[in-house]
C-alpha cells in the first residue's frame, strides 16, 4: 500500500538535515538509517552545498529541492531489497534517473509503518529541469504500479492509477468509483469531543453540500450570499495569489473548511464545475451535456498529466476557423491584405531569430563565448543598428535590443569560473596523500582517527567525479522573441470564443440525424 506526497523548496541542507532527523534524539533503534547516497556524499551541509552549485546552473529556478515521502501499510514490512526496488521505480516514473539527478533517500523508524524520505535536486547533472507538472498525480500512478507489481496491499482512493492497457499507461477512476467516494464522503459524519459542536459542524456541512449542488452558485460572492441567507457567516482568507482558505460561523461556532472535509481546493472546484455547466447550457442541448462535459474533462486530464501543451507560434498559413453549431452556416476566417502582409513578415522573421538563436547557442555551447552574437544576426538578415539589430522587408521592420544576448554570455561565462573551482577541488582532493600511522599513533590511539580520515579520503576520492565544462544556456528562448500576427491573434480569440459550441457540434448533429431517422 504505498502512498507518497512531494513539494517543492529552496533549502537543500536543511531539508537533507530534517531528512537525517538531526535535530531529534532518538535511541539506537529509531534512528534514522540512509538507504542510498546518489551523486552526493558528506555532511548534510556538504551534500546540500553539492546540490546547490549544480542547482545553481539555472538561475532562474526558485525552487530546485524536491522533497518526496514515501509510505507505507503498518502490516507491510519490506526487506531492504524490496524497499530499495519500489523506491527506484517510483522515483524512475516521475522522472529522477539515478545515473543522472543528485538525491539522497533516508528511511525513518519513529513510526509504526515504514516510510521514507528522499530529497532530491531537480536540476540534473546534464542541466535540465525536472518537471514537477502534476507531480501527486503522477506519484499516484508510480505508487500503484509498485503496489500491482509486488502484490501489496490496494490502497483505495487513488484518482488515477496505473493501467497497463492503456497507452499512456495510466487511467482514471471511473464514475461509478467517483460516485461511491463521493458518497462515502457526504454520509460520513464529522466527529468532535463535544456533541453541540458536532452538530453545529454536521449542520455547516449540510447547508455548503446543499448549496454547492445549485449550478447557479458560481462564484466565492453568490457562495456566501447563500449562506449567510441560511444563518451561516462565511470568512474567506486570501493573500497575493487570492483566495486562500475558507471558515464558517454559526450559532457562535466557528469552524475552518478542512475541519468539516471541505478545504477552500474542493470548494473552488465545485464553483468552477458550477460556472462550466451554466456557460455549456447557454449554448448547447442539455440533453447532450452530461456526458460530453465527462468526455471532455477526461481528454483534458489525458493530455494534461504529464506536460503542458501550448500552441506553437509564427505557422500558421492563413487558417480557416469554422464554427459547427447546428443552424449556423459554415464559415472560414481569412485575412485582410493588411494582415496577410503582416503575417508573411512576422513568419520569415520568425524563422530567422530562430535560426539566429539556434546558432548563438550552439557557439556558446561549445565553449565561444564571444558568441560572435554580431556576426550571426547579420548572417540571418539583422542589419545592427547602434544599440539594435533591424530587421526590414516588404515595408515593416522590428527591432532587437543587442542586451537581449547579454546576459546568456555573461552567465557562460560564470559558469566557466565555476567550473575552473570545481577542476581545481577536484585536483586538490586527488592529491592529498593519506595520513601516515607511527608507531606513536597507536601507542595514543591516534591511529583509529588518521585510519577513519584515509578511510573517508579514499571514498571521496572513488566517489568524485571529474568535472566537465558542459555550459547550459539560459534566458535565450526563441519563444521569448518569436511573434504571433494580428491574424493568429484573431484566429486564436476567435477559436476560444468558439469552442465550448464546437465541443457539441457534432453530438448535435448526430442526435437530429438519429431523430430523422426514426421519422423515417
Known amino acids: ?44 551541509r556538504e551534500m546540500g552545498k553539492q546540490m546547490r552549485e549544480l542547482a545553481d546552473e539555472r538561475k532562474t529556478v526558485q525552487k530546485p529541492v524536491l522533497h518526496v515521502q514515501i509510505n507505507f501499510h503498518p502490516d507491510e514490512k519490506l526487506s531492504r531489497v524490496q524497499a530499495e526496488q519500489a523506491i527506484d521505480s517510483i522515483l524512475k516514473d516521475i522522472g529522477i534517473e539515478k545515473d543522472n539527478h543528485q538525491y539522497v533517500v533516508v528511511q525513518h523508524k519513529d513510526k509504526a509503518h515504514d516510510h521514507y524520505h528522499v530529497v532530491a535536486n531537480r536540476v540534473s547533472m546534464d542541466g535540465e529541469l525536472l518537471n514537477d507538472h502534476r507531480i501527486k498525480d503522477r506519484l499516484q500512478v508510480a505508487c500503484d504500479k509498485v503496489e500491482k507489481e509486488q502484490g501489496l496491499r490496494p490502497t483505495q482512493g487513488r484518482t488515477v492509477v496505473y493501467d497497463a492497457r492503456e497507452e499512456k499507461g495510466f487511467r482514471y477512476v471511473n464514475e461509478q468509483e467517483k460516485q461511491t467516494n463521493k458518497q462515502q464522503k457526504q454520509n460520513k459524519a464529522v466527529r468532535d469531543k463535544n456533541p453541540i459542536i458536532q452538530e453545529q459542524k454536521n ?33 474567506l482568507s486570501e493573500n497575493k495569489n487570492g483566495i486562500s482558505g475558507i471558515s464558517f460561523k454559526k450559532d457562535n461556532i466557528s469552524v475552518k473548511g478542512s475541519a468539516i472535509d471541505y478545504k477552500w481546493s474542493e470548494i473552488s472546484k465545485a464553483l468552477e464545475e458550477n460556472r462550466v455547466k451554466v456557460e455549456l447550457l447557454r449554448n448547447v442541448n442539455p440533453h447532450l451535456l452530461k456526458s460530453a462535459l465527462k468526455e471532455h474533462v477526461q481528454k483534458q486530464k489525458d493530455a494534461s498529466l504529464f506536460k503542458a501543451d501550448a500552441p506553437g507560434k509564427g505557422n500558421i498559413e492563413a487558417p480557416k476557423f469554422e464554427t459547427h453549431s447546428a443552424g449556423v452556416k459554415k464559415e472560414s476566417l481569412q485575412p485582410t491584405p493588411e494582415e496577410k502582409r503582416e ?25 565561444n563565448m564571444g558568441g560572435n552574437v554580431s556576426g550571426i544576426m547579420e548572417k540571418n538578415g539583422f542589419k545592427e543598428e547602434k544599440d539594435r539589430f533591424i530587421y526590414s522587408n516588404a515595408g515593416l521592420q522590428i527591432g532587437i535590443k543587442k542586451s537581449t544576448f547579454d546576459w546568456s554570455v555573461k552567465d557562460v561565462k560564470e559558469q566557466f569560473e565555476r567550473f575552473k573551482d570545481s577542476e581545481k577541488r577536484y585536483s586538490q582532493l586527488m592529491q592529498q596523500e593519506p595520513k601516515k600511522i607511527n608507531m606513536l599513533d597507536k601507542l595514543t ?7 577513519k580520515a584515509n578511510d573517508n579520503l579514499k571514498r571521496e576520492q572513488r566517489e568524485a567525479i571529474k568535472p566537465e565544462f558542459k555550459p547550459q544556456v539560459r534566458g535565450m528562448e526563441s519563444r521569448d522573441l518569436t511573434l504571433l500576427s494580428k491574424f493568429e491573434h484573431r484566429v ?14 457534432k453530438k448535435n448533429e448526430q442526435d437530429q440525424n438519429r431523430k430523422n431517422g426514426l421519422k423515417r
Open 445 to 451: 590511539g591516534a591511529a583509529k582517527e588518521k585510519e
Open 492 to 505: 486564436y480569440e476567435h477559436k476560444r470564443q468558439e469552442q465550448l459550441r464546437e465541443m457539441f457540434s
Open 203 to 235: 449542520e455547516i456541512r449540510k447547508h455548503l453540500q446543499e448549496v454547492l449542488s445549485k449550478k447557479e452558485i458560481d462564484s466565492p460572492e453568490k457562495l456566501k450570499v447563500e449562506l449567510e441567507r441560511r444563518g451561516v457567516d462565511v470568512q
Open 343 to 367: 503575417h508573411d513578415f512576422v513568419k520569415d522573421y520568425n524563422l530567422r531569430i530562430e535560426s539566429a538563436i539556434k546558432e548563438i547557442k550552439a557557439e556558446l555551447q561549445r565553449g
Open 1 to 44: 500500500m504505498p502512498t507518497a506526497n512531494a513539494n517543492t523548496g529552496n533549502g537543500f541542507s536543511k531539508a537533507i538535515s530534517y531528512a537525517l532527523q538531526e535535530a531529534k534524539k532518538y535511541p539506537e533503534q529509531m534512528r534514522a538509517k540512509v538507504l542510498d547516497f546518489n551523486q552526493v556524499y558528506g555532511s548534510s
